[in-house]
């Protein structure tokens, strides 16, 4: 079946530019997840959705970052006035629900770099 | 919060021989431990994980071994392959969200 889908895969944007990441979970997976990998160096978490709720945004490195899942599948993760030092992939992941029990998905990632 | 550590960073070894990576994390409330394998360029996919109610787990030629008291955890890869090459990745959680280690690059050689 479908996996996690993630668009576009690859992003230029100019310093100062705002850049939206859209992530397409699989298909009725309820948990939904965002990390940031820097080259050479683990996922790191951003931020998690239980259907349409933002649970936790701990991981949100400054207020330029916001994500949305308005209708509990599809999410967008925007950054705004994009600096050089966000330029890393970013990965969504989804799991059929909450907890350890159940399997988190990776999509592709989107690469994102600043010049 | 929680922190989780990662050895070797790089790890060599000859097709056929064994692959140990070790991981250390700093939360006790810490219950599940995956280990997902990342190619160039591609998605991390989960390999095997663990949770603490057990101390063993054993995949064909991979397993994780987990030690609640000294909060550490390490894979195991027998009779490594080509096909094996890769990034490693472990990770620790308490409720939801994955805490990744740094990474370990493993090359076998044939």
């Known amino acids: 079946g479908a996996g996690v889908s993630q668009s576009p895969r690859y992003k230029v944007a100019k310093r100062g530019q705002d850049v939206a990441l859209r992530c397409d979970p699989i298909?009725?997976?309820?948990?939904l997840f965002w990390y940031q990998q820097a080259l050479g160096q683990g996922p790191e978490f951003l931020t998690y959705?239980?259907?349409?709720?933002?649970?936790?945004k701990s991981g949100l490195p400054s207020d330029r970052f916001f994500a949305e899942r308005p209708e509990g599948s599809v999410s967008t993760l925007k950054i705004q006035r994009t600096q050089q030092e966000d330029s890393a992939v970013y990965l969504c992941?989804?799991?059929?629900?909450?907890?350890?029990?159940?399997?988190?998905?990776f999509g592709p990632g989107t690469r994102l770099t600043v010049t | 919060g929680e922190n989780v550590e990662q050895h070797p960073s790089t790890l060599s070894v000859q097709e056929g021989d064994s692959a140990v990576i070790k991981c250390t994390y700093s939360?006790?409330?810490?219950?599940?431990f995956p280990w997902y394998k990342q190619e160039l360029g591609k998605r991390p996919q989960l390999i095997i994980d663990i949770r603490s109610n057990v101390g063993e787990k054993k995949d064909q030629r991979i397993a994780v071994t987990l030690n609640k008291t000294a909060k550490h955890f390490s894979l195991h890869i027998t009779e490594t392959q080509p096909e094996d090459s890769a990034v490693y990745f472990c990770a620790a959680s308490d409720t939801d969200k994955l805490i990744f280690g740094t990474g370990t690059r493993l090359q076998v050689f044939p």
């Open positions: 298909s009725g997976h309820v948990s």
């Open positions: 992941a989804s799991s059929l629900d909450r907890g350890f029990l159940y399997e988190q998905y």
């Open positions: 939360d006790s409330a810490s219950n599940y």
């Open positions: 959705f239980q259907n349409e709720a933002q649970l936790d």
